[in-house]
Nanobody, 121 residues
Framework: QVQVVESGGGLVQAGGSLRLSCAASGSIGSIRTMGWYRQAPGKQRELVGSFITGGITDYADSVKGRFTISRDNAKNTVYLQMNSLKPEDTAVYYC???????????????WGQGTQVTVSS
């Protein structure tokens, strides 16, 4: 099967930076998309940024110019560099891989365990 493990996150003051990492491992045949989502208390999970088909990146309007997503294909790892953090960025951040196992023809979503990011004012 597949394991998805996140690292990073924590408490930071407004204006500060954090970097999240997320690695997928196991019987991976092909990765179609990879990215980051977040969920604040009382709100729905929302897209933060992702690599979509063709390697193009997509970002939520609220993070454009502040957050950058990058990846290491050889390591099946995706990163999220977060700069100029604001209190409204406080949320649990989840990474997501849409991938196909080596013995399957179907693409499924796999999620990380979530990591808390708290930005103090």
């Amino acid at each position: 099967q597949v394991q998805v493990v996140e690292s990073g996150g924590g408490l930071v003051q407004a204006g500060g930076s954090l970097r999240l990492s997320c690695a997928a491992s196991g019987s991976i045949g092909s990765i179609r998309t990879m990215g980051w989502y977040r969920q604040a208390p009382g709100k729905q999970r929302e897209l933060v940024g992702s690599f979509i088909t063709g390697g193009i990146t997509d970002y939520a309007d609220s993070v454009k110019g502040r957050f950058t997503i990058s990846r290491d294909n050889a390591k099946n790892t995706v990163y999220l560099q977060m700069n100029s953090l604001k209190p409204e960025d406080t949320a649990v951040y989840y990474c997501n891989f849409n991938l196909r196992l080596t013995y399957s023809a179907y693409y499924l979503d796999y999620w990380g365990q979530g990591t808390q990011v708290t930005v103090s004012s």
